[in-house]
């Protein structure tokens, strides 16, 4: 019997894939919290994942011949949003590092617990192969 890892591990690894995105994100607005006139940015969470989640459904068009087109969707990367800041500076820099740190640590709880799943699941598997 076939194992489907798609229902086997559910969302985890497209969940992985996003927090570490925003881990980057998260780490570019901690750097730049200096930067005049920088923006901090942030991703739409569960928005980027439900689009991480649909890429892995999306039907594929077969191509026939070797002269025809291949056909790709176009992504545009519409979770990417720009922060408000609560308190806003005087040179145009909307990065608070003190939330910045704590939406980072945050995402960081966010993607060991991702992984710990993803782990029990991969224990499992090895486990239910073990027995077969």
């Known amino acids: 019997m076939a194992i489907n890892f798609k229902n086997a591990l559910g969302i985890h690894p497209q969940s992985l894939s ?17 930067t005049p006139g920088f923006k901090a940015r942030d991703l739409d969470f569960q928005g ?24 790709e ?3 545009v990367d519409s979770a990417l949003k720009y922060r408000i800041p ?20 945050d995402n960081s709880l966010d993607f ?3 992984f710990s799943f993803l782990d029990s699941k991969f ?3 090895v486990k239910a192969m073990k027995e077969q």
């Open 18 to 34: 996003v927090r570490s995105q925003r881990a980057e994100i998260l780490a570019n607005n901690l750097a730049n919290s200096d």
């Open 112 to 114: 060991q617990a991702s």
């Open 86 to 105: 609560q308190q806003p500076a005087v040179d145009g820099n909307t990065v608070e590092s003190n939330i910045e740190q704590a939406k980072y640590a």
């Open 123 to 125: 224990k499992g598997l």
């Open 48 to 71: 980027m994942l439900k689009g991480e989640y649909e890429k892995v459904d999306r039907m594929r068009l077969e191509t026939t011949n070797a002269r025809h087109i291949p056909a």
């Open 73 to 75: 969707a176009a992504v």
